[in-house]
């Protein structure tokens, strides 16, 4: 049988390279078209040929009821819960004992019901404690010390803002920078005048800033006065508002004759924060 195979499949191979090209560029075509068909109804049919395997159908799965994670599904409402498995605080029998659900290892497992915010903590053993969470006292946030005075601007007359409060790129170090302060564009020896009544805490040299005036104030506030040329008070003396306490100047890390001003608040816990004076200053002049 086999060499009658071989040679009807020989005789076919020697007919086909014998006809001409364009009766083997059909039969080419036909193949192709053929392959094409097949291969589009095994993508577009799949569950028709799977079917056809005669391939049994999954067995249905439900959820496991033996795991601490199904106990917290469970517990939340996710899942229906048997009438005898569980019963809250006070009822008339409250079982000691679950067996749906065992800690692994002896370590407690703990479950939270997210609508009542309750702890449930399965023990080692199967004991079931539930614990009351307590009330959290409402998140307040520090509080600025208030105070009457209003600000003054600290120059004879309003001065363009040169440089404003926040992110900046540094003039000199070519690096960002938080700013802390206001520049002020005045010119060189322009008084500096007392924004607010209060105690001189520094008058000096202070890094970058150059001849600086620290004032403290009432409220819990203080303000910094930088790049003076000169100062007209001494640590510890009293100024009241609009008093001279020194001039513009140059000092420290700068670019050219400006103001430096900061103004720092006090806050509840007794820390410090910088604030933006801008919108301050700017009523101040106006």
Not at 76 to 98: F, I, Y
Not at 236 to 254: D, H, N
């Amino acid at each position: 049988m086999e060499p009658l195979v071989a040679t009807s499949f020989g005789q076919r191979l020697s007919s086909w390279l014998c006809s001409s090209s364009a009766a083997r560029g059909r039969q080419l075509r036909r193949l192709g078209l053929s392959l094409g068909v097949g291969l589009s109804l095994l993508w577009s049919s799949p569950t028709a040929l799977l079917a056809q395997m005669h391939l049994p159908p999954p067995p249905p799965v439900g959820p496991a009821l033996d795991t601490p994670a199904a106990k917290a599904l469970l517990q939340d409402g996710a899942l229906p819960l048997p009438q005898d498995t569980l019963r809250t605080p006070g009822s008339a029998s409250q079982p000691s004992k679950v067996t749906e659900a065992q800690p692994e290892s002896g370590v407690p497992v703990v479950l939270v019901e997210r609508s009542s915010s309750r702890r449930l903590l399965l023990l080692p053993g199967g004991e079931l404690r539930i614990e009351e969470t307590p009330e959290l006292p409402p998140l307040t946030l520090p509080t600025l010390s208030p105070s009457k005075e209003r600000l003054l601007y600290p120059l004879p007359h309003p001065a363009p803002i040169t440089s404003g409060f926040g992110l900046r790129i540094h003039p000199l170090k070519g690096q960002p920078e938080f700013h802390a302060g206001v520049d002020l564009g005045a010119s060189l020896g322009t008084p500096v005048l007392a924004a607010l009544s209060g105690k001189v805490v520094s008058a000096g040299s202070l890094g970058d800033l150059g001849i600086t005036v620290v004032l403290e104030h009432a409220g819990g506030r203080r303000t910094r006065y930088g790049h003076l040329s000169q100062v007209a008070v001494t640590p510890g003396e009293g100024v009241k508002q609009g008093s001279l306490i020194g001039y513009v100047g140059a000092t420290g890390a700068v670019t050219g004759p400006h103001l430096h001003f900061e103004l720092w608040q006090q806050t509840a816990g007794q820390s410090w924060m910088v604030l933006d004076a801008t919108e301050e200053l700017k009523v101040a002049a106006s």
